[in-house]
């Protein structure tokens, strides 16, 4: 019951004389308890025998841990050195012991020990280890993995380092909530998880119980908080029974329970969660080095709770682990809840909250996740350079098979988030059922300047790369991890063949694509296209431009397709018209539209659409207009424009003078290309004077072309296939240097023939490590539109207003290529290539466009081409309705990474 406080003084000087009024108000105040109303016995006994406790528990923790208090320094990190860091295990003892296998400082001593491993884990001389946080949840490893760090650190205390997660510091939670009389309705009447936004995911607790059927009790209460405001899997509670039962303890229900509280029990015997807390830190320093959980954000850097921000990084990471000791004596000394005067209550309360989404007011370095839209960000670097902080380390938020990489440009600090706990979705489960690593390890090693990571990806290819502090010194391919490619995608990491992996995250995936360096260079934005990434178009190779792509689900959720198309359908006119640049496509974009479907006829609509173009250009906007027609060369193709209506310039002769910057054809790259690829005498197959007079217009003129200078077919190429006349063509032309293909609607089998030929003697003849004829083709299209039926045409079969088709680009280069019988591929130079974002990038001085793809948007009517080009460059992009493409193509693309920035039924609609 309760007293007062006369009354209460009474009874304690009736057992010690000495007791006055001022050292009871003085224990009062400490309480947190009112002087002046009744006073709870219950309450006023518990904090006083609680308070020896709590010295008791230091004790305790001191004895197992002599050195608990003390941070060892590393001022720096010699060559001499290793320092291995390791992250978000998450309670898999496999993931873990596979890392140690592939550990040079960690390794395994003496006799076989079982489920606890085979032997005893040993740090060798010279060697560091660092923990990046969450240790614990997803696995049945817990107590294991976190028992085998705790057994690390005691034996090695200034060689082993543990950063605290957000899973670890949320475990203190079970103390309180797990008392008598204490169940989920209780935490929810005392506040509940108020860091879960409403309307919250998942069930409350009385649902919760009712849908499982479930009892009201403890054993409820902890599966409703692994499963719905802890983070865990619905597997956890099994995992951790499992575990128990493995280590020969008792595997039940009631055991899980006691497992969780007894193991931050600031009074019990083994409190191992309780004891990784103490040892651990929120932010560890060594040298140059800074390690984190969660990682940084312009809001959290130098961030204190409740405090003024920290100077420098040195100060800030000691005085948030002291705050975090403070924190932890809090919870030891009123570890239960107390009702205060605005709140319930229990001591380390705000440690707990800064491991939650928006902790420490929304400047937590434990709960954070790096990516935006599934892709890294780049830092606020000042103040980690003036605290000399070269490397940032973090785990947390999952990003793919393999550690990601950002290298900062002005500052040159290199970030590594290193969580790759969704790595294989489809990893084998039969004794993880939370298994989703698989067999995909990296290891994030630091000697001197160096950082390597070392790894296998989950199809068992080894990966790795060696990263130097200072970016001038890295060698190549390594020197592309950390930089980022024009479609936003970030290089991660380097093949055992020399390829390089660049990952690109959109809403629900990462799209991983591994491609050769040269292309990787080619692609880079311009912020990292430095002297030493430079590829020169001359080099340029087929085989290492086509590349295959392996899709990676993170976090695979019903209906994403669905969201991510009703994300595109939202059309936003003012982020539209905020772009500088606008790329438009001609056919099915601009003219050949069907009207039918939004009750216009074609002409009415493509006026409508004409007149929104020549608005934006009216308004002052760059407009370009891009076509894989070679047919066309710039000159030509200003022509059309003029012709549908498009007023580019004042008058039309002014209009013709700026064609060269109005338009992009696909005539103009391939004579781009071969000018800077130093290519004079092509064998070009075409039917029309476009491609032909752009080649002069690039100083090309010594061609070999299968028309006459007035656009006339040679008749030579239509006679019939034989050996005779495909040598004497060849022999004619024997000094031919490549194979243009441009989009020949009159093709011949014998057209074919001669170019297969040049391209297999070629290299028949090649000595090892000499260049091949390459062969060019002006767009990858497997398909052209020659035109739209008429609206009367042939009525009775449903076949007006119908594409006609025609054989693409693409489709007659690989004619040739499949006649040379060898895995030859072609070099596009349309659409969606990377020679024509080059050309879109290069500056004017160097014949290019000067396009700033980060503030352009490509208008298109076609997936593979149009927004894919959008896509590889990084631009926005607005797919229109009125030509290929229609909705239901879109809604059956898998790749969110491919998906449109907006969809509109046509221009008209803008």
């Known amino acids: 019951g309760k007293v007062e406080r ?27 308890m009112p ?10 006994l518990s904090f006083l025998f609680e308070e020896s406790a709590a010295e008791r528990s230091l004790a305790d923790a001191k004895t ?59 740090l060798r001389d010279q060697g560091y280890f660092v923990f990046g946080g969450d240790a614990v949840d997803k696995g049945p490893g817990d107590i294991r993995v976190v028992k085998t760090l705790l057994s690390l650190k005691r034996r090695y205390w200034s060689r082993v380092f543990i950063v605290l997660g957000n899973r670890d510091l949320c475990k203190l939670r079970f103390f309180a909530e797990l008392q008598d009389g204490e169940d989920g309705s209780a935490f929810e009447a005392k506040g509940g998880a108020y860091w879960i936004p409403d309307p919250k995911p998942c069930p409350d607790y009385e649902t919760y119980v009712q849908m499982h059927g479930l009892e009201r009790g403890h054993v409820s209460t902890v599966k409703w908080i692994l499963d719905c405001n802890m983070g865990c899997q619905k597997t956890t509670f099994g995992a951790r029974r499992h575990e128990l039962a493995l280590l020969g303890g008792e595997g039940s229900d009631e055991a899980v329970v006691w497992s969780y509280r007894d193991s931050v029990d600031p009074y019990g015997s083994d409190p191992w969660m309780l004891d990784l807390l103490r040892v651990g830190q929120l932010a560890v320093i060594l040298g140059d080095s800074l390690f984190v959980h969660g990682g940084l954000y312009e809001e959290a850097i130098g961030a204190m709770p409740g405090e003024a921000p920290a100077e420098n990084m040195q100060s800030w990471a000691s005085r948030l682990n002291a705050w975090k000791d403070l924190q932890l004596q809090d919870f030891v000394e009123r570890p239960r809840w107390r009702e205060a005067s605005d709140a319930f209550r229990r001591g380390g309360d705000m440690l707990i909250d800064y491991g939650c989404p928006g902790g420490g007011s929304n400047a937590t370095i434990v709960y954070h996740n790096p990516f935006n839209n599934g892709n890294p960000q780049q830092l606020a670097a000042v103040f980690l350079a003036k605290s000399g902080v070269r490397r940032v380390f973090s785990g947390h938020q999952p990003h793919g098979e393999s550690p990601t990489v950002v290298r900062h440009v002005r500052t040159g600090l290199l970030v590594i988030t290193a969580d790759t706990s969704f790595s294989n979705l489809s990893a084998l489960k039969l004794f993880n059922q939370a298994n989703n690593r698989g067999e995909v390890v990296t290891v994030v090693r630091l000697r001197g300047n160096e950082v390597q990571l070392e790894g296998v990806l989950r199809d068992g290819s080894p990966h790795g790369c060696r990263l130097h502090c200072d970016p001038t010194k890295d ?9 980022q490619l024009n479609d936003g995608s970030w290089v991660k990491t380097v093949m055992e063949d020399g390829r390089v992996l660049a990952a690109l995250g959109k809403r629900f995936q990462v799209n991983v694509q591994t491609m050769h360096p040269g292309k990787a260079c080619l692609m880079l934005k311009s912020v990292y296209a430095d002297e030493r990434l430079h590829v020169s178009l001359k080099n340029l190779s087929a085989e290492w431009l086509l590349e295959s792509q392996l899709e990676v689900q993170l976090c695979p959720t019903d209906g994403m397709e669905v969201q991510s198309l009703s994300h595109a359908m939202l059309f936003k006119p003012e982020e539209f018209m905020s772009a500088e640049t606008y790329i438009f496509d001609g056919h099915g974009t601009l003219w050949g539209v069907r009207g039918v479907q939004h009750g216009l006829t074609n002409q009415d609509l493509e006026q409508q659409v004409i007149a929104k173009v020549n608005s934006l250009i009216a308004a002052g906007k760059r407009v370009l207009f891009a076509t894989n027609d070679s047919n066309y060369s710039r000159r030509m193709y200003v022509d059309r424009l003029l012709q549908n209506g498009i007023q580019l310039c004042d008058d039309d002769e002014m209009s013709r003078r700026q064609a060269k910057q109005k338009v992009v054809t696909a005539s103009f790259t391939c004579a781009w290309f071969l000018k800077k690829a130093l290519i004079r005498r092509p064998f070009v197959l075409c039917s029309h004077l476009g491609l032909l007079e752009e080649l002069k217009e690039a100083g090309i003129t010594d061609y070999v072309a299968t028309i006459d200078e007035y656009g006339t077919p040679k008749q ?27 989009w020949d609607q009159q093709l011949t089998a014998l057209k074919v023939a001669v170019a297969a030929a040049f391209l297999k003697w070629s290299r028949d003849g090649a000595e090892e490590g000499q260049n091949v004829m390459q062969i060019v083709q002006c767009s990858s299209d497997h398909a052209g539109v020659l035109g739209v039926t008429a609206e009367d045409f042939l009525p009775g079969r449903q076949w007006a207003n119908r594409s006609i088709p025609a054989v693409g680009n693409g489709t007659m280069s690989q004619m040739i290529c499949a006649s040379v019988g060898r895995d030859i591929k072609a070099i596009d130079v349309g659409k969606p290539s990377e020679v024509l974002i080059e050309a879109l990038k290069r500056p004017v001085e160097e014949e290019g466009y000067g396009v700033h793809l980060d503030k352009a948007v490509m208008v298109g009517d076609t997936l593979d081409t149009d927004i894919e080009l959008a896509v590889r460059s990084g631009m926005r992009s607005l797919l229109v309705l009125s030509g290929v493409t229609s909705l239901s193509d879109l809604e059956k693309l898998r790749e969110t990474t491919r998906f449109p920035t907006w969809v509109v039924d046509s221009l008209a609609d803008i």
């Not at 992250?87 to 960690?106: A, I, K, M, P, R």
């Open 64 to 122: 197992r841990f002599p050195q608990l208090g003390e941070i060892p320094e590393l001022p720096r990190i010699t060559d001499d050195m290793t320092v291995e860091f390791l992250t978000d295990v998450e309670g898999n003892w496999d993931y873990f012991v596979h890392f140690v296998s592939l550990s040079q400082v960690l390794h395994w001593s003496g006799s076989e020990r079982g489920a606890w491993g085979p032997g005893e884990l040993m």
């Open 6 to 32: 006369c009354m209460l003084l009474e009874a304690l000087c009736s057992i010690e004389p000495s007791w006055t009024d001022a050292d009871l108000l003085k224990i009062l105040q400490a309480a947190g």
């Open 35 to 44: 002087a002046d109303e009744p006073i709870s016995c219950d309450a006023f």
């Open 475 to 483: 060698k190549m391919p390594d020197a592309l991890v950390g930089c």
């Open 716 to 742: 030579e190429f239509f006679a019939p296939v034989t050996k005779d006349n495909v040598t004497r063509l060849v022999h004619q032309s024997k000094d031919v240097d490549a194979i243009v293909v441009g």
